[in-house]
């Protein structure tokens, strides 16, 4: 019974500290996500099992190999992780946090048993469109997808409007990000001032609501209305023209 029992326990989670061994032979950061077809969060095929055992977590401030093997496998499912150095630096926390919205898990950030797990499986979303090049906002998830004929090529963690109300200007408000289909109409490359603050190099798609960066990207729903990424996402988005003018932004 013990030994079953054990055997049980071993399947069902997978090891930190083995993560360097865990997903040897996957593809490297910058290879593209694996082509997907069942409905919301979804899963590539799985790391091989690993052979070591540790109770270990990676969590910020981590280095090592166990790290660069992480990072692989998220760029690899198409999590956004900035530069793969092996160093469990705030790129890296936010990349979790967006695996950890989609597959349901608490967002922490920090790579424990039920993530590894997660990480291992292949878990990342499903477009919700099937043609060109589209920006989705799954609201729920709180996940901003980078979308290519039907397939999510990165994911970037997000956080969008409280649902909260608000003053400004003498007028009350609803911080709420809008279902619906909309298009870029308007980029300031770097602080844009506005009444409610100032917004990072944002991409404009419904009136005063904005793809913008932002130093606090809360795990849950916190703007006014925008959807924030952090500072060095959004750099990355201007960077590689994500979200250049006339780019259709499904909120949903």
């Known amino acids: ?5 054990r055997r049980a326990l071993a399947a069902s989670s997978v090891p930190v500290a083995a993560f ?3 997903f040897a032979g996957q593809p490297s950061a910058s ?11 979804v899963t590539v095929a799985s790391a ?9 977590m990676l969590r910020s401030g981590s280095k090592g190999k166990a790290v660069v093997a992480a990072q692989k496998r998220l760029a690899a499912l198409g999590y956004y992780v900035g530069k793969v150095d092996g160093v469990y630096g705030n ?3 936010h990349a979790v946090i967006a695996l950890q919205k989609v597959a349901g898990l608490e967002r922490d950030g920090v790579i424990g048993p039920k993530t590894s797990a ?3 499986k292949g ?3 499903k477009a919700r469109t099937t043609r060109g090049d589209v920006i989705e906002v799954d609201l729920a998830r709180q996940v901003l997808l980078v979308v290519h004929t ?5 994911i970037f963690d997000v956080s969008s409007g409280s649902g909260a109300y608000y003053s400004s200007r003498g007028s009350t408000h609803h911080a709420v990000t809008p279902k619906g289909t909309y298009h870029v109409f308007r980029g300031v490359n770097g602080w844009d001032p506005g009444p409610l603050g100032k917004l990072y190099r944002p991409r404009y798609f419904n009136g005063g609501i904005a793809v913008h960066g932002y130093p606090s990207v809360p795990t849950s729903p916190a703007s006014h209305g925008c959807v924030r990424v952090t500072l060095a996402n959004m750099d990355y988005i201007w960077s590689h023209k994500l979200l250049p003018i006339g780019r259709a932004v499904v909120v949903r």
Do not use: I
């Open 91 to 93: 790129a890296t926390v």
């Open 31 to 41: 290879a593209a996500p694996a082509r997907v077809s069942t409905p919301a969060a």
């Open 123 to 125: 878990v990342r979303p």
């Open 150 to 154: 039907g397939h999510v090529r990165l």
């Open 48 to 56: 091989p099992a690993a052979t070591a055992a540790s109770s270990s």
């Open 20 to 22: 360097a061994a865990l």
């Open 1 to 5: 019974m013990k030994t079953s029992r």
């Open 118 to 120: 997660a990480l291992s």
